[in-house]
């Protein structure tokens, strides 16, 4: 398809000089181009197709950005990348140094709110409404939230509290066709068109406020037509929740339908009150593979074929016989449940990258998906963990920093049995900050009576989980997204003794004490430096909290003076300050570095290359040692 619009587009400014059918035509061109792009180098991609004629109606309406529009989660944001003068950038997008797959305010004056977390966007528009009333000015706020989003409280929160404040805002409802209302036709289409209408609320006013003149009956007047409005609402439009809460609801309407999406947004946008739009859209639209298959293709991986499907060249790699530490958990939470009738799995909204969908299907009645509602997922299972079920919760870390005063006050302060998988723990690649699982060692640490622990393989997955298991209070393991390195489908497990740690390698010159899957690069550079008669002691540090002080100990009484600590989450906080305070409180008065990741947010690149940048692959680890041993030299 040759790109007649598209490439002109440097700003809505552009777009808004298009006519009805040029931009019927950029809308092809945008999901042309998006489908190409995409699938060559990898990227969300249905959730961006589904919302193709919303995003160019919203810039074509609206006057962006000084009319502020907040996209919730912003991968599905591609479109409104393109039509904001990021089209020479966009191949760049999730690469190293390119754009980012999320919205960024550094980025763009037109992403005006960034976020990788979902249910955050009615709240933050609401905050730039409010901040509208306060420096008295006059710009319109439009929020764009999925359905999937409105399972997560933060959004009712923020409708509760638009509901009350009164002020200018517009929430669009994104429907993925995920079952909000089926009340879909004709009617539906009239009577959203009918009381959308300016006559149609003028008069609707106008009505009211004659009835404030009349004598005695006004308020029983009042009274019917204020019942009759909602018994007709009650009947068609399935948006009553909304109206109750302050909002005037409209929709739903067909959000594929760039005419009548447009005509809609031209209708509503000055009204000065709370207001939903319910939006149908399909994911994946104008694809049928995504469209069959939305939640296959809501990210592709790189095939390097750019004619947009899936069966290119760079497709057919070989998989990887080594599983990876998400499918590992998959394998493990069957197993378990096969063995312990006791146990449950939970997860928000993450069935797929977590790799529960085996158990979904083996153990149904046991699979709990509490949607996007991360705070719900760890009280739900304390409840359970307090009549005798022993819960495990699967949630990438990232997204259980959102529920730390659930684990803390719900599931720590009553010492109750709930085991914590976090997914994506450390660097997660492409996704950038929002998605990095940097904090969760730090964020651990500092609880009272939690267990944290961390895999260097699929095996010692295996021998954790059941310990955990084992234990009579809550436990945390921690696993990048990675390949397990070493998993046996039918091995035996072993019961690990809480904070105990097991040397790999024994040395005499320096010792590294390595965290997860750190400990096969330690390993690594150990053997390269016994070449130069550096002698490298190296010990998995399975267990993060509580460490092994018996072993720590041993450092001082052998009077090693050299020490490098590995984890993959930030320093400050994190193991290896557990590490230093220990021994320094015991003596120790040798040298010790930390690495892990820095006291700032790292970007979005790919794991090996954000790795490199951190000197935390095999060649930085390797220098970090040398200059370790050097600065010892040096000082002495």
Known sequence: MQLKYLPNIKSPDDLKKLNTGELHTLCEELRFYTINTITEIGGHLAPTLGVIELTTALHYVYNTPEDKLVWDVGHQAYAHKLLTGRFEEFPSIRQYGGLSGFL????????????????????????????????????????????????????????????????????????????????????????TRLISNPIYNKLKQEAWGMTKKLPLAKGTIQSFLSRLDKSIKNIIVPGM????????YFGPIDGHDLDEVIKTLEMIKDLDRPVLLHVLTKKGKGMSLAEDNPVKYHGVKANGNSNGTTNGKASKIKKNII???????????????DLRKDTVCITAAMREGTGLV???????DRYYDVGIAEGHAVTFSAGLATQGIRPIVAIYSTFLQRAFDHIVHDVCVQNLPVIFCM???????????????ALDIAYFRCIQGIVLAAPKNGNEFRD?????????GPVGIRYPKFNSIEFDEVGQANLLPIGSWDVEKKG???????????????????????????????????????MDNSYLKTIVSRGINNILTIEEGVIEGGFGDGVSSFLIENGFKGNLKRLGLPDSYVQHGSRSQILSHLSLDDSGIKTKVLELIDEVKEFH
């Open 104 to 191: 960024k305010r550094s980025e763009s004056e037109f992403d005006v709110f960034g976020a990788g977390h979902a249910s955050t966007a009615i709240s933050a528009a609401l905050g730039m409404s409010e901040a509208r009333y306060q420096n008295k000015k006059d710009y319109k706020v439009v929020s764009v939230i999925g359905d999937g989003a409105m399972t997560g409280g933060l959004a009712f929160e923020a409708i509760n509290n638009a509901g009350h404040l009164g002020r200018q805002i517009t929430v669009i409802l994104n429907d993925n066709e995920m079952s909000i209302s089926p009340n879909v036709g004709a009617i539906s289409k009239y009577f």
């Open 241 to 248: 929740l909304f109206e109750e809460m302050g909002f005037r």
């Open 323 to 337: 599983p990876s530490f998400q499918d590992v958990f998959g394998h493990l939470a069957c197993e378990v449940a």
């Open 358 to 364: 085996p158990y979904e299907k083996k153990f149904k």
């Open 423 to 437: 997914d994506r723990a450390g660097i997660a690649g492409e996704d950038g900050p929002t998605h990095h699982g």
């Open 464 to 472: 954790l989980l059941y310990t955990a298991l084992n234990h009579s």
């Open 508 to 546: 005499d010159d320096l010792v590294i004490l390595a965290v997860g899957p750190m400990v096969y690069s330690a390993l690594k550079v150990a053997e390269e430096l016994n070449a130069q008669n550096i002698s490298v002691e190296v010990v998995n540090c399975r267990f993060i909290k509580p």
